[in-house]
């Protein structure tokens, strides 16, 4: 049986640098860096306004877009599941939101650039997939198309796409009119028009130029009020 000092002698041997037990972990061995605490805060409410169903993937996606300084996957408010949606796991108008401020930076996005992004706010990859086949998009993809599908995924039709289309895409404060510019709404609305496939040419044609005398009066913006109960919008 060996004594005490040959125990020491053997811990001595193998373990040189193994500091005594009482001061492995003191106060001064650990260092906090002085930004931690509001780095902490402004996640725990950036978690809380964006309930996020993967704590853990968003979490990932979150610290990954602060340490590239890239827009975070969170949204402005907290907000209630859609109505329609059987569970709140799919796309709201507030995570449409979310993708566009973070892709629309660019005209044409990449599939796997807006696969991560989809990932991160932890949507069903199967939706995704769903919207890039009605688009027939391929490695390239077209941002304010798919943000065209995506606001029709939340409406179901092309006038409640477009309404929230103006809210997503309005540069005003919110609780304000939601505008955006008629340049950009005509884009919107020919393209949905487009895949319905029912809605003749002519008939676009008639229901844009039906709103020209009302935008022109307001600075070439237009506003939901100017379509949203338009007799003329085909549903």
Known sequence: MFCHQSRHSIQNLYFPEMPPPD??????????????????KQFTKAAIRTQPQDIL???AAYFTALSKGETLPVKQRLEMPLATQKTDTGLTPGLLKVLHKQLSSKEVISKEDLQQRWVG???????????LSLGNFSANIDWMQFLALGCSALGGTIISALKYACEILTENEEGGAARIPFEMFVGLYTYLAHLDGEIPQDQTDCFLSSLKETVTKQNCMIQVADFYSHKKVRE
Do not use: G, K, R, V
Request: hydrophobic share 40%; aromatic share 6%.
């Open 57 to 59: 993937q968003w979490s």
């Open 121 to 131: 706010l932890c949507l069903p990859l199967e939706q995704l997939d769903t919207l």
């Open 23 to 40: 001061t492995m972990y003191c106060a001064q061995q650990i260092n906090i860096p002085p930004e931690l605490p509001d780095i902490l």
